[in-house]
C-alpha cells in the first residue's frame, strides 16, 4: 500500500488554476505536520507549504505565497493545495509529505529532512 498518493497535477496555462490533492492513511496521517514541496527539471527540491495537523497557521515560501492554499481534511486523509494564478516558474513534480517530528517552530517544518513519509508526486506543467 501507498502511503501517500498525489493527484490533481496537469498542464495548465499562466494564470490559471490547479487543485493537488493528497490522500493517505491514518497511520500516514496521525503525525505532526504535512507538507508540500517540488522539484523543477535540473533543480534542488524545494519547500513548498506545510500545515501542522492540529491546524494553526500555514507556512509557506515566499514563491508561492498569496497564490497558494494549504488545507486539510481529516475526516477524509487528504491534504489539498490550492494553487493559483499560476507561472511558469511553478512546473515542477510535486511531492506531499507528512512528518512525525514535533517542534515548537512551524519553520523546522520547512526542511525535507524533516518528514520521513512521502507521496510518489504529481506533474504540474504551467505554459506561458
Known amino acids: 500500500q501507498v502511503p501517500l498518493v498525489e493527484s490533481g497535477g496537469g498542464l495548465v496555462q499562466a494564470g490559471g488554476s490547479l487543485r493537488l490533492s493528497c490522500v493517505g492513511s491514518r497511520r500516514t496521517f496521525s503525525g505532526v505536520s504535512t507538507g508540500w514541496f517540488r522539484r523543477a527539471p535540473g533543480k534542488e527540491r524545494e519547500f513548498v507549504a506545510a500545515?501542522?495537523?492540529?491546524?494553526?497557521?500555514?507556512l509557506y515560501s515566499d514563491s508561492v505565497k498569496g497564490r497558494f492554499t494549504v488545507s486539510i481534511d481529516n475526516a477524509k486523509k487528504t491534504v489539498y493545495l490550492q494553487m493559483n494564478n499560476l507561472k511558469p516558474e511553478d512546473t515542477a513534480v510535486y511531492y506531499c509529505?507528512?512528518?512525525?517530528?514535533?517542534?515548537?517552530?512551524?519553520?523546522?517544518?520547512?526542511?525535507?529532512?524533516?518528514?520521513?513519509?512521502w507521496g510518489q508526486g504529481t506533474q504540474v506543467t504551467v505554459s506561458s
Open positions: 509529505a507528512t512528518s512525525d517530528r514535533y517542534y515548537s517552530s512551524n519553520s523546522f517544518y520547512a526542511g525535507a529532512s524533516e518528514y520521513n513519509t
Open positions: 500545515l501542522r495537523w492540529s491546524g494553526g497557521s500555514a
